[in-house]
């Protein structure tokens, strides 16, 4: 066996250890809460030894901020949607849709959604992390808003950056009343009046 094909599978085994743990950490905090949960159980979950676990996370935060990180990334691919509408219908319809499928994701992933809610609570670290993915949000929906105000169908006197970060927190708003199941209306009801709210403030 060649020393590549050696390293190959190294790398093939560093691979399926830390989605083993990955995995065995989504079941603990899923089963325990963030609170609750150890690094312990999850190492002892996903059946690796603790001097290999600890080559891959140093704890459960870290752990964390990998699955959220994962799971946030679905709802940026919603966000990342393309953007280049002709019209305010064009752009009214994008944006329906894309505030529809972000609310719905958030009932999706509500499980693994209640852990990261609890983690932002108490781990400062995860509280950045958190902070990052919302600036996140924030700069690509501010290029959608700049954009829209390039083709003249956006009010320019707006600071798009501002408009940005009060669309992005209404959204995260209703996605944690969704997550806490502290919402009476439908999701459908809840995406079209907040989407009605920001185009008709937005667009011309």
Not at 49 to 76: P, Q
Not at 92 to 103: E, K, M, V
């Amino acid at each position: 066996m060649t020393e590549h094909n050696v390293e190959d599978k190294r790398h093939l085994r560093s691979i399926k250890t830390r989605q083993k743990l990955l995995q065995a950490a989504k079941e603990v905090f899923m089963e325990e809460g963030f609170q609750k949960t150890t690094i312990k159980q999850v190492i002892e979950k996903a059946e690796v030894g603790y001097g290999t676990a600890y080559v891959h996370f140093k704890g459960k935060e870290e752990l964390l901020i990998v699955l959220m990180d994962s799971v946030m990334a679905e709802f940026y691919k919603i966000a990342e949607t393309s953007f280049f509408p002709q019209t305010k219908e064009e752009a009214t319809n994008i944006i329906h849709r894309q505030t529809n499928a972000f609310l719905h994701m958030a009932e999706h992933e509500r499980s693994m959604m209640q852990v990261f809610e609890q983690a932002i609570g108490i781990s400062p670290v995860v509280s950045e992390s958190w902070k990052n993915i919302r600036r996140k949000f924030i700069q690509r929906i501010s290029q959608d808003i700049a954009y829209a105000q390039e083709k003249g169908l956006a009010r320019d006197e707006l600071n798009h950056e501002l408009v940005a970060r009060g669309w992005f927190f209404t959204n995260e708003m209703y996605l944690w009343d969704i997550v806490r199941h502290e919402y009476e209306s439908s999701i459908e009801e809840i995406a079209r009046n907040i989407a009605s709210v920001y185009i008709r403030g937005l667009y011309k």
